[in-house]
């Protein structure tokens, strides 16, 4: 998420996706909004795959600005389609797929309740990026921290050439904010702003 903002950086409208990713993408410091009105967060229990389609309202109502959907891999695949949508009204958005081959909401409530996990995991899951380019996006998978600012970068400039591309991050199933983990621990105190680690 800091590097998704650092590559992108001021004019470009973050759409959330629901699901576990977007514990990461809510929380400063690890992404800033940078422009007024430049975040587009998905409602409570809004359908899963609502912010794919959302990105590409957000890039044919503001076509100057870059558009990022983040994205879980269950939510995407409820709408791969969009691709192809976004690729016929010359929609170039970036959707950031990070990838935990499971259902990460329900499994993180599973493992905080016994770890009893049930139709969570995906043991057969698409290809993300090759279906990107399937549909004429740039599509890309990223498995090395190295690797994520050159893909981010790589991204930006497929959709200053008018292509929408596809970021697919592989990530663990329960990486997710510390903030988040230590919720319900009454002693857990956020860091001061600008000290965060990550």
């Known amino acids: 998420m800091h590097e998704l903002n650092a590559v992108f950086g001021h004019n470009t409208i973050l759409v959330n996706e629901n699901g576990g990713q977007d514990l990461w993408s809510y929380f400063f410091p690890y992404y800033r909004v940078l422009d007024a009105g430049d975040l587009v967060p998905m409602g409570e229990q809004t359908c899963m795959g609502a912010g794919i389609t959302g990105a590409v309202g957000a890039k044919l109502t503001r076509p100057e600005k870059h558009v990022v959907c983040v994205a879980g891999d269950g939510a995407f695949a409820m709408m791969p389609q969009e691709l192809s949508t976004a690729v016929q009204y010359h929609a170039p958005v970036t959707w950031i797929v990070l990838n935990t081959r499971s259902l990460g909401w329900p499994k993180w409530s599973q493992e905080q309740h016994g770890r009893r996990f049930i139709a969570t995991d ?49 990530v663990d199933t329960f990486d997710y904010y510390i903030g988040f983990k230590n919720f319900p621990n009454k002693e857990w105190k956020p860091e001061p702003s600008g000290t965060a680690t990550g």
């Not at 279906?131 to 498995?143: I, L």
């Open 122 to 170: 995906f043991t057969a899951q698409a290809d993300i990026a090759a279906m990107a380019r399937a549909h004429d996006c740039s599509g890309e998978r990223v498995e090395r921290p190295e690797d994520i600012t050159p893909a981010l970068r790589r991204a930006a400039q497929a959709n200053r050439a008018g292509k929408p591309a596809v970021v697919e991050f592989v």
